[in-house]
């Protein structure tokens, strides 16, 4: 049915009459691709001249076309990707969607909800600040003083805690902030690099650590950079530790090197990224391979990975929640309401 209105009332009747039979569209195509899955290939490149056909669909054009038209050429287009879900698939991070996350994201775009404060979605926040709070306690972060949010991925879950430690550790002094040194490994995911970029470090500032024959951080080896960058008068503030690496799915030393970080005068801040691997945490029999998480200042984690969850699911957690209101909280006119009533997240109930 072709959505043709003569005014904003009609249509939103017609999108709304057309919505069973399109949504009843959308599924039984998903179905379709996940019918004897193992039978398809596992990737569709776009040739030139589809690439070229795409394109021009995606130019807005003057007139209206009927929905099954665009949703027939939607799938068609999607298909154009690396099947993740495929049995046969074992590239990258990336995981398969559980069928009850298409659900969820179907829920959430059909309200879409602001999460920017109490008032705006007191029950949606009320959600968010219980999981935040149940996936800190299952990191081991102290439950009494620990908060975080989500994000759109691992990648801004980063840049979070990084934010926290430049300015817990080294304050607003740009000068004091020059001096500052960030210890990677080499298997470090190349987002943290990118998200000390964009709070104004450069690449001096930040020195690699190499790893052992196990893909860990080596000890000896950041002992030995941080106590020759302590002669320079640099100012080293910020270890970074992997939490399974996008190579090898290693964890770094995790215990060792917040012993490490906490020695140092001034101690030092441990970010741990977890984006893949922080999900062991909800393992009974795997936890222990986590051993130190806790101890971490700050963690990164993606519920995209091992969760298997959509896109846009990532998770920021601090040892101690000020620290987010210190580093981020700002105000305006329109947001007035929200700060004098003070549920930014939500109220003391």
Known sequence: MAIMPTDLSNLLEEILSALPSASQQIIASYISEQTKIESKPIIKLATKDEASSIRSLAQPKNESRPIPEVISEASEIFANRIRNEHPRFFGFIPTPVSPVALLGDILTSAVNPHGGSWLQSSGPASVEVALIRWLGAMTGLPAETSGGFFVSGGSMANLVGLMCARDQMLGDDWE??????????????????????????????????????????????????????????????????????????????????????????????????????????????????????????????????????????????????????????????YTRDAAESGHYDSPNF
């Open 176 to 333: 004091v902030r020059a001096k500052g040194v960030v210890y990677v490994s080499d298997q470090t995911h190349l987002s943290i690099a990118k998200g000390l970029r964009i709070l104004g470090f450069n690449n001096r500032q930040i020195h690699t650590v190499k790893s052992d024959s196990n893909f860990k951080m080596d000890l000896v080896s950041i002992r030995q950079a941080v106590a020759k960058d302590q002669e320079r008068s640099l100012i080293p503030f910020l270890i970074v530790a992997s939490c399974g690496t996008t190579n090898t799915g290693s964890v770094d030393p995790l215990r060792a090197l917040a012993k490490f970080a906490q020695e140092q005068s001034p101690r030092m801040w441990l970010h741990v990224d977890g984006a893949y691997g922080a999900s062991v945490s909800l393992s009974k029999n795997h936890k222990h391979v986590l051993e130190g998480l806790e101890d971490a200042d700050s963690i990164s984690w993606d519920a995209h990975k091992w969760l298997f969850q959509t896109y846009g699911c990532g998770m920021a957690l601090v040892r101690d929640r000020t620290w987010l209101m210190k580093s981020f909280a700002t105000g305006a006119e």
